[in-house]
């Protein structure tokens, strides 16, 4: 049995297809913690959390970027993808987790293989030094 998409991944693709950084305001939690696939410590809040999501989309958010699969469970949503950055395939996915009132408490980025994930660390990098200044 297939259920209808939750509200928060309907609001997740539009924000991924417009790039429209305001509906992060919307879907975040103030307590919302973001767990980076190269960064050891989560990061708390939801200022910081919004930073990393948006480097990520400037990062990831090419043409080549596409979501493959999702699996939604209570609240709760996986999404795979794949893209390629500069030459170099990145696999991953997207876990995220959302509480009753349609907010974004958890999202946590695992991204394989090791040259994928060489290549988002450098750029992330360079990215959230731009939106930190």
Known sequence: MVSEKPYVLKRWYEYMNTHDFDILDELLAEEAVFHSPVVHTPQRG??????????????????????????????????????????V???????????????????????????????????MGEMLENFKK
């Open 46 to 87: 939801k200022k910081i959390t919004k930073i990393y999501l948006m480097a990520a989309e400037k990062v990831l958010g090419s043409p080549d970027f596409k979501y493959t699969k999702e699996i939604i469970g209570h609240q709760q949503f996986m999404l795979e993808f794949v893209n390629v950055i500069d030459g």
């Open 89 to 123: 395939l990145v696999n991953g996915v997207d876990i995220v987790t959302f509480n009753e009132d349609n907010l974004i408490t958890e999202f946590k980025v695992m991204v394989r293989p090791l040259k994928g994930m060489q290549k988002l660390h450098q750029k």
